[in-house]
């Protein structure tokens, strides 16, 4: 079965929350976008603060967006041109079903 849409997911650190924003308002999807506030866990401590390792904790952003299939490289492709060498962790799942309810 071929999927049409995806799910983008990126983490993204704080301090490039804006530019992450104006980057995806360029490219915006006919869905838009959401943003929020998450702990990331991870077993590599390079360019952790003291805390955060103590903690087992590293504040991000967590973008989400849908993608249709054509968009998905575009997209993929302008991140990687914008932010390369950034440390942003992404990942693309393809979106089974969405709606509104």
């Known amino acids: 079965m071929s999927r049409s849409e995806y ?3 990126l983490n ?11 980057s995806l ?3 915006e999807t006919e869905h838009g976008f959401s943003s929020f506030p ?3 866990h991870h ?3 390079n360019g952790l603060s003291l805390a ?4 087992g904790r590293q504040k991000r952003i967590r973008f989400q967006l849908y993608v249709s299939a054509e968009k998905l490289p575009d997209l993929i492709t302008q991140l990687r041109e ?8 992404y990942w ?7 709606g509104l309810i």
């Open 7 to 9: 799910l983008v997911t």
């Open 12 to 22: 993204v650190l704080p301090s490039l929350e804006e530019m992450v924003v104006d």
């Open 25 to 27: 308002l360029l490219l």
């Open 38 to 40: 998450v702990n990331a």
């Open 43 to 45: 077993h590599v401590n």
């Open 52 to 55: 955060e390792q103590v903690t």
């Open 82 to 89: 914008d932010f390369s060498g950034s440390g942003i962790q």
């Open 92 to 98: 693309v799942l393809p979106v089974i079903e969405h």
